[in-house]
């Protein structure tokens, strides 16, 4: 495989081993949000637990932004 498709079969694994039952997800969207930073973004939390991203772009009207809610299934 690429390195690309090993880092995300990677951390695809690592995430989705994290312990995150409804209503506990705080310790994978600090999994997401570290992650982030390890690749340059400077993502947030917010007050629902998700992670917010801003991924740049031409100027601020022209920026892609990811916004990550992270939920268990049952």
Do not use: C, W
Request: no cysteine; hydrophobic share 35%.
């Amino acid at each position: 495989m690429g390195k690309y498709t090993d880092y995300i079969m990677k951390t695809a694994q690592d995430l989705l081993s994290v312990p995150s039952p409804s209503g506990f997800t705080h310790m994978a969207a600090d999994f997401v949000k570290k992650e982030f930073e390890k690749l340059g973004y400077e993502p947030q939390i917010t007050q629902k637990g998700a992670v917010l991203v801003k991924l740049g772009g031409k100027d601020d009207e022209n920026a892609a932004v990811s916004y990550t809610h992270l939920r268990a299934h049952e």
